[in-house]
């Protein structure tokens, strides 16, 4: 027996004295992967009966054990007979098999999980940690967001080994994104959105963003769930799964790039409202059921080859209130980055992206663009034009700092009277105006009439019918839809962004 493991069972028979269990709440600095866990954290020597799935096993003695850093796939399209060989491998590594365990925190949402890593008893070849093993090799997915555990760096690192092969960043061109908002809002049971997606691309558009939405129960509260199959028609609020598959591949076959942005509202809204003032009374519980939204798709967008992904739009009152949130983000951003191979983003509001504090760890700052250009709602294209100056100007020196292209996810007019003055006011009673509605998005082609400051803009949106007598953003039917194809088509000339964080020699342009 190795020296390490004789001091370990003296330190197991400490620990059993004065009670292991309380001492494992607080993570420790993780070890080499080459070493057991150092004496003095939560460990004992277990025994793996059975394997419930590849993140978790069955404890000798009843106990059951998530394993720390790990999720199994489950997204839809993913390989069942992949997981299936997984598992057996595992049965064949593990059951029956005694190990020394290693304690985390338990998770937010389940406090009395156990949850933990598990590590060889005679170490061979430098390999000592069994999550790491998994990870390496591919047999489970990279999973950050169930909390904090010793091991996050290491996990992480060799869950890259594996992923770093099937990255397509780099073949991912960021710009010039020349796009259109496709919202999946349809509460049909069957609904097929290839006639819009056949307009984008008529349009002149090279990319499609496809809203997807979940539901936070209360402003308060922490459970994100889908509306799908609701008793009342009208409260189904999520695109099914095959709705989602059947747009994305209609999306590519007609040469589209997609970006998918899912998002949460809150479920049955108080007049104000919305997703940027969400307040739940347990963060941590929150954020790890929002993980769990956000990474279901970010699978799905990798088993559907999607180009593009965000881990989030306009949470505002959670993304740097508590230093607690921007953690949580991290865990967010570097999990999707292990799970998807495409570009990755976050979709701030325009108020707030100053704010983000995770634009490192992403490809493009993403934003919407709902500026209040003037205050005068018979503003002239030229006095538009204007006030997107100082925008410019900022954005230009924020993209500088942050070595990041900035993307528009979002940008649009209601065919309303004054919408000039409040661009995110859907609301506004102010009666029909499609000449406001063309002179914004005039005004919006002059002043980025080339890609010096942006990487991309997608106009909202390409869902309504549209026509000369709707009130609603899209510019289907409408004089804004002459505007915008002369932009689109433009757009097919810009140079590409001075940054890209996934190309070591970026195309400058300055």
Excluded at 34 to 40: A, H, K
Excluded at 115 to 143: H, K, Y
Excluded at 237 to 247: E, F, L, N
Excluded at 355 to 361: A, K, R, T
């Amino acid at each position: 027996m190795r020296s390490w493991l004789a001091v370990l069972v003296l330190a197991l028979l400490a620990l059993a004295a004065g009670g292991w269990v309380a001492s494992c709440m607080s993570p420790v600095t993780a070890g080499t992967p080459s070493e057991p866990p150092p004496v003095g954290d939560a460990v004992r020597i277990v025994e793996v009966e059975s394997i419930l799935d590849v993140s978790r096993v069955q404890l000798r003695g009843g106990d059951q054990l998530r394993l720390s850093g790990i999720e199994e796939p489950s997204a839809p399209l993913f390989p069942s007979l992949s997981v299936v060989a997984a598992r057996r491998r595992l049965e064949a590594e593990l059951q029956g098999k005694r190990f020394v365990l290693r304690l985390d925190a338990p998770r937010p949402l389940d406090r009395k999980e156990l949850r933990g890593e598990l590590w060889q008893l005679e170490p061979a070849n430098g390999a000592a940690s069994i999550n790491e093993q998994i990870l390496e090799r591919g047999d489970g997915l990279l999973d950050l967001t169930r909390g904090a555990a010793a091991g996050d760096d290491r996990f992480r690192a060799a869950a890259t080994k594996y992923a770093s092969a099937r990255s397509r960043r780099a073949e991912i061109p960021l710009g010039f994104q020349a796009g259109v908002v496709l919202p999946l809002y349809s509460k049909e049971k069957q609904h097929d959105y290839g006639p819009q997606l056949r307009e984008i691309r008529d349009l002149g558009a090279s990319w499609v963003s496809l809203i997807i939405v979940w539901m936070v129960d209360k402003m308060d509260g922490h459970g994100i769930h889908p509306k799908w199959n609701q008793s009342h028609w009208e409260d189904n609020r999520t695109a099914p799964d095959d709705h989602v598959i059947a747009t994305v591949r209609t999306a590519k076959e007609l040469g589209l790039r997609v970006l998918m942005l899912p998002i949460v509202l809150p479920w049955k809204p108080g007049p104000d409202d919305w997703r940027g003032n969400l307040r739940p009374a347990d963060r941590d519980a929150f954020f790890e059921s929002y993980s769990r939204f956000v990474l279901r798709y970010a699978d799905m967008a990798e088993t559907l080859g999607v180009d593009a992904f965000s881990i989030g739009s306009e949470l505002i009152s959670l993304e740097s209130k508590l230093a607690g949130d921007i953690t949580w983000w991290r865990r967010i951003a570097r999990t999707a980055r292990a799970r998807f191979g495409g570009r990755l983003t976050y979709s701030a509001n325009w108020d707030h992206y100053e704010e983000v504090g995770v634009w490192d760890e992403l490809d493009f700052v993403g934003m919407t663009a709902y500026y209040s250009l003037t205050s005068r709602p018979e503003a002239s294209v030229e006095d538009l034009v204007a006030a997107w100056k100082p925008v410019q100007a900022k954005l230009t020196k924020f993209s500088e700092e942050v070595a990041r292209p900035i993307v528009f996810t979002e940008v649009g007019y209601a065919s309303l009277r004054g919408i000039n003055t409040d661009p995110w006011n859907y609301k506004m009673e102010s009666g029909l105006d499609l000449d406001c509605q063309e002179r914004c998005y005039e005004a919006f082609s002059r002043a980025f009439a080339d890609s010096t400051v942006l990487a991309g803009a997608y106009f909202f949106d390409w869902y309504d019918e549209g026509g000369p007598e709707d009130e609603s953003y899209t510019p289907r039917g409408k004089p804004a839809e002459v505007v915008l194809r002369q932009y689109l088509l433009a757009a097919r000339d810009f140079l590409p962004p001075a940054y890209d964080p996934a190309r070591s020699a970026a195309p400058s342009r300055r």
